[in-house]
């Protein structure tokens, strides 16, 4: 039964094979949710969150094909990169001759009439319209490498890393328990917004020096260890592991790739500061085929993406949904607690008129000695799903007010933020708790702010105001964490007892010069009820002056600085709040 949804990504199809029955690929396509166009001028008004993909089904070198198809291909498109173009092809004479035609944002896969290779049309396409924009580049001299060759950068692409990725996961000579390879997904940060302000030139030329950074870095790792480099579009690289030894020198690979960001790239006189993040997949002779484990790193990936930049995400096998494994990792977790594997970092939050920092909050890190860094959306997703979600809670904020107590007077004027879940919430006796804390820890409770999301007030919203009553009577702030991604109406929470909502990063991620999204909706129901608002995830000095522009002046990210452990925090804020300001952005 054919999965074609009707918001499907559109794909035209030219079929230069005029021996075979074109239905054959149309059915497939649809089969597997796509749109079949024979309008090549509907790929030019695509509108909105539209995706579109050309693909050409040539035999070898058939020029009067190529010449029946650019003779119809829109100009627009053929400058529009955004467009991905993939050929199905017999020979690299005729890649050859499509980019002497003048289209050059290409990508090829050999013909095969192995189904393997139906996997990776399959896994290609799939690639190609689920990622951002791909950024236009040029290619040196219009010519690529023959099969899947990335020309801007030299590297191979997405078809060369399939080939390889399969031959290690058909390796024989390693046990099913052995792991085969690791995949790591590299997204690096602001090309869009590089390629708006500087030119295509400045986003190749910074493409090629990203690629070379990395490649110098792979020349690092130890002989051992056999990687491979790929680009497979857009500002997105493929590193592939052969035979890692085990979860943790993944890891560590990783954080030597992150390590490569720290110093800046430069570009005609230009300090042009990049990030990254990664998402991490991890494969075995288990492992059904390589289109899985792609997918797998691109989840990873899209964790990763959520998260504060320089992170990196490890995907959770499929077996993570078995009975089994959940009740592994519930017991890791249980221990965890106790012995100190859970930890918290920090981060700073400033008051943007002051330039200063103000407050801090409590994040959660879970160092798993067997799968490593464990991301916090597995550590609550796990917590939330057993009753484990109210010890980890009072534990969490236990640890908080302990480390901000030992810090003694470096900290006395900086509030601190908290996660509280909805478990603690509910529980009759939470006020009780915490005052037991307070009484024990010394620590004021005017300094606390208990952040809350909109989900979590929801699940009961009588009994959450009642409760939020109670722990403001004890001059504690509430705040309400990832705000916009949920109800966000003043129908509801002009009846709570908040003191701050915090916008969610997403929305700052995707503000840009010409738009500021949903923001100004958010801040103004702030406004309305003159409570205070701050913004997650400000990376650049431009978010923070269009945010501030906005009416929004309290923010935390990565532009003061990243989660840190609580030994840097009292000599960070010491040196940030001593530094010479400029006079506060007129609002």
């Known amino acids: 039964m054919p999965l074609s949804a009707p918001d499907g990504p559109i794909i035209y199809l030219f079929d230069g094979d005029t021996n075979k029955d074109p239905e054959d690929l149309q059915q497939k396509l649809r089969h597997w949710g796509y749109r079949i166009t024979s309008d090549l001028q509907s790929l030019c008004n695509l509108k909105g969150k539209e995706r579109g993909a050309i693909l050409l089904d040539l035999r070898y070198n058939d020029k009067d094909a190529i010449d029946s198809f650019t003779t119809h291909f829109p100009s627009t498109l053929i400058h529009d990169q955004s467009i991905p173009v993939i050929a199905i092809v017999d020979h690299p004479d005729t890649t050859r001759s499509l980019r002497e035609s003048g289209i050059t944002h290409i990508g090829f896969m050999e013909r095969s009439p192995s189904l393997k290779d139906l996997a990776r049309l399959k896994a290609l396409l799939f690639f190609c319209l689920s990622q951002s924009p791909i950024l236009p580049t040029t290619a040196p001299n219009g010519t690529g490498n023959g099969f899947g060759g990335d020309a801007l950068t030299g590297l191979s692409d997405i078809t060369q890393l399939s080939i390889q990725l399969e031959k290690l996961l058909n390796a024989k000579n390693k046990s099913p328990s052995q792991i085969n390879c690791g995949l790591l997904l590299i997204a690096v940060s602001r090309f869009e917004q590089i390629n708006v302000t500087w030119g295509r030139n400045m986003a190749d030329r910074l493409l090629r020096a990203v690629a070379k950074r990395l490649q110098k870095q792979l020349s690092t790792l130890p002989s051992k260890i056999r990687a491979w480099l790929y680009r497979p579009g857009g500002a997105e690289f493929a590193l592939l592991i052969d035979a890692p030894e085990g979860i943790a020198q993944l890891t560590e690979i990783a954080e030597q790739v992150i390590d490569c960001f720290d110093q800046p790239f430069i570009l005609q006189d230009k300090h042009i500061y990049l990030s990254s993040r990664i998402g991490i997949a991890l494969a075995n002779e288990l492992s059904q085929n390589w289109t899985i484990i792609l997918h797998n790193a691109y989840t990873a990936l899209s964790y990763a993406k959520k998260s504060d930049p320089n992170s990196y995400r490890i995907f959770v096998p499929e077996d993570a949904d078995s009975t089994s494994f959940t009740a592994r990792l519930e017991s890791d977790l249980r221990q965890a607690i106790s012995n100190g594997q859970i930890v918290l970092y920090y981060q700073p939050q400033v008051d943007g008129m002051t330039g200063k920092i103000y407050g801090l909050e409590a994040l959660v890190r879970w160092i798993h000695p067997d799968l490593g860094t464990i991301a916090p959306e597995v550590i609550l997703n796990i917590a939330e799903n057993t009753e484990l979600s109210m010890i980890l809670g009072d534990a969490l904020l236990s640890m908080a ?21 909805a478990a603690q919430l509910r529980r009759p006796d939470f006020t009780q708790t915490i005052q037991a804390l307070f009484d024990r820890t010394g620590f004021p409770p005017q300094r606390l702010t208990l952040e809350l999301t909109e989900t979590e007030i929801m699940t009961d919203l009588n009994a959450s105001i009642n409760n939020l009553h109670s722990l403001r009577n004890m001059k504690m ?25 915090k916008i969610d990063r997403s929305f700052v991620t995707e503000m840009n010069q010409e738009n500021s999204g949903l923001i100004p909706n958010l801040i103004s129901i702030a406004q309305d009820l003159h409570i205070r608002i701050l913004a997650e995830g400000v990376e650049t000095e431009e978010q923070k002056i269009q945010l501030a522009r906005e009416g929004c002046t309290f923010w935390q990210g990565f532009l003061c600085s990243p989660p840190m452990p609580l030994a840097n925090l009292a000599g960070f804020i010491k040196d940030w709040n001593a530094r010479p300001r400029p006079l506060p952005l007129s609002i």
């Not at 309400?480 to 909502?501: A, E, M, W």
């Open 477 to 501: 702030k509430i705040a309400i964490d990832d705000f916009g991604t949920g109800y966000s109406s003043l129908s509801y929470i002009q009846n709570l007892p908040v003191d701050c909502i």
């Open 401 to 421: 007010l302990q480390d901000m107590t030992r810090q003694g007077q470096a900290l006395d004027e900086i509030s601190l933020s908290v996660n509280m879940t």
